[in-house]
Nanobody, 121 residues
Framework: QLAESGGGLVQAGGSLRLSCAAS????????MGWFRQAPGKEREFVTN????????YYADSVKGRFTISRDNAKNTVYLQMNSLKPEDTASYYC????????????????WGQGTQVTVSS
């Protein structure tokens, strides 16, 4: 029901845009989130957006560099990542929840398969 795409290898300072296509039971009342997980680390919250209101929230580590957006007509959420750093290297996951402004991974019921982002120094 959630399918990410757009990951890849980029040099530090570069940009990538991730996409998350939603289908099935994901409704426009949901909050869509992006999380990431680096090897040996816990999954961490990156950003989220309320699909209907467009309200967004960002982790401090990405604020000012990453932008989340959505295209209601395409049922797709995007994560624009600029000024990438090596520490942004991780698998990035799209997720959906009925909980407004949720930042904990356990609040999200639906998950994509993840897409790898690697930032070289």
């Amino acid at each position: 029901q959630l399918a990410e795409s757009g990951g890849g290898l980029v040099q530090a300072g570069g940009s990538l845009r991730l996409s998350c296509a939603a289908s099935g039971r994901i409704l426009t009342s949901y909050t869509m989130g992006w999380f990431r997980q680096a090897p040996g680390k816990e999954r961490e919250f990156v950003t989220n957006i309320n699909w209907s209101s467009g309200t967004t929230y960002y982790a401090d580590s990405v604020k000012g560099r990453f932008t989340i957006s959505r295209d209601n007509a395409k049922n797709t959420v995007y994560l624009q990542m600029n000024s990438l750093k090596p520490e942004d290297t991780a698998s990035y996951y799209c997720a959906a929840t009925v909980v407004p402004v949720a930042t904990l991974s356990r609040s999200y019921a639906y998950w994509g398969q993840g897409t790898q982002v690697t930032v070289s120094s």
